[in-house]
T-cell receptor, first 110, second 118 residues
Framework: GQNIDQPTEMTATEGAIVQINCTYQ??????LFWYQQHAGEAPTFLSY????GLEEKGRFSSFLSRSKGYSYLLLKELQMKDSASYLC???????????FGPGTRLSVLP | KAGVTQTPRYLIKTRGQQVTLSCSPI?????VSWYQQTPGQGLQFLFE???????NKGNFPGRFSGRQFSNSRSEMNVSTLELGDSALYLC?????????????????FGPGTRLTVL
């Protein structure tokens, strides 16, 4: 089966660092994606990992451990505009599509 | 480059009716995937079309169908609407499609169609 877990909600303070975890069990693996979705808007691509390790992109970093079925998204120097839902998605093997996690709603407080 | 467009943005229908939603992918993209997003179930994959062929299908009843035209525009149809079909319907386009062997398949999402079934 396919299963992706993320915390439902998180709260952090402006300027802080927050880590959003994602664990997955999928029948195939061909990459893990993180998307940001503001309320009422479409998801937008943040990051992609296919090999183990850390990918850094400005204030955002994403980590992957394939052996553990685990990823995290790290957001540094939090800003109010980072308040959004963060979706973890796994691309399965050939013939399989993206499976999305339930999303983590992040609230950044002043 | 224009983004993914979806029409209409909002729809209100009653139970038993049918609805057709439209999606125009980014120019040059041949793959369109459709998703249903609800507060309880999150984002769920409906189907993917690539070069006018359905490549993959999620676990939705046959009331949900789709097609893709030669210009890559896609439509999805829901017949005999039920209250539970109320959701945000998102389409996403990509250049190579998401069912193939290529690992990097970034999807670009449209703004969605908010369907309310009364």
């Amino acid at each position: 089966g396919q299963n992706i877990d993320q915390p439902t909600e998180m709260t952090a303070t402006e300027g802080a660092i927050v880590q959003i975890n994602c664990t997955y069990q999928t029948s195939g693996f061909n990459g893990l994606f993180w998307y940001q979705q503001h309320a009422g808007e479409a998801p937008t691509f943040l990051s992609y990992n296919v090999l183990d390790g850390l990918e850094e992109k400005g204030r955002f970093s994403s980590f992957l451990s394939r052996s553990k079925g685990y990823s995290y998204l790290l957001l540094k120097e939090l800003q109010m505009k980072d308040s959004a839902s963060y979706l973890c998605a796994v691309k399965g093997g050939y013939g399989q599509n993206f499976v999305f996690g339930p999303g983590t709603r992040l609230s950044v407080l002043p | 480059k224009a983004g993914v467009t979806q029409t209409p943005r909002y729809l209100i229908k009653t139970r038993g009716q049918q609805v057709t939603l439209s999606c125009s992918p980014i120019s040059g993209h041949r793959s369109v995937s459709w998703y249903q997003q609800t507060p309880g179930q999150g984002l769920q994959f409906l189907f993917e079309y690539f070069s006018e062929t359905q490549r993959n299908k999620g676990n939705f009843p046959g009331r949900f169908s789709g097609r893709q035209f030669s210009n890559s525009r896609s439509e999805m149809n829901v017949s005999t609407l039920e209250l539970g079909d109320s959701a945000l319907y998102l389409c996403a386009s990509s250049s190579t499609g998401t069912s193939g062997t290529s690992s990097y398949n970034e999807q670009f999402f449209g703004p969605g169609t908010r369907l309310t079934v009364l």
